[in-house]
């Protein structure tokens, strides 16, 4: 992800999510954020998907993955998810989080077949509705399935 990428993301972070990030907050990432990885998947010349995750230390921390409603269900998701923890690993990240919705069954049907198991449950985690957060692990980047 590039800053002249921002214009689509931010068209997208709002179509996907109910709280979503502003463009400070992209740019941050992008432009100051050293630990900060962010891809973006285009097709066609458009950007329909983007994704990112913090390394620490060799932890991959994931922070938002997302495809244009518009093509979604027609595989980019799985093709945005092992970019990150093939970019993920490459950079020494052995193991990778994130959080996801509990009635998000769509990605988290995604990021099980990317070897990610709950391993726990933040109460109450999303401001907009209280609905807790299911945190996954993948324990094993070196064999992404
Ligand atoms: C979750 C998301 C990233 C998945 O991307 P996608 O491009 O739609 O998904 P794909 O077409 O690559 O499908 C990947 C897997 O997701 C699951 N999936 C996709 N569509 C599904 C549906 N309608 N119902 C149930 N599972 C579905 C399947 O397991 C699928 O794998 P399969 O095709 O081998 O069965 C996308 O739907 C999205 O951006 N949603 C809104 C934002 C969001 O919720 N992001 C995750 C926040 S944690």
Redesign the pocket.
Known sequence: MALQDIDPVLVMERL??ATPWSREAFIGEVRDNECAHYLVGETAGRVV?YGGFWRVLDEGHIT????H?D??????????LDALLRRAAELGVVSAT????ES????I??Y??FGFEPAGRRKGYYADNGEDAIIMWQRDLENIP
């Open positions: 996907c999510f998907a938002n993955v997302a495809v409603p093509y979604q269900g027609l595989g980019y998701g799985k093709i945005l994130l959080e996801v919705r998000n069954f769509r990605a049907r995604l099980e077949k």
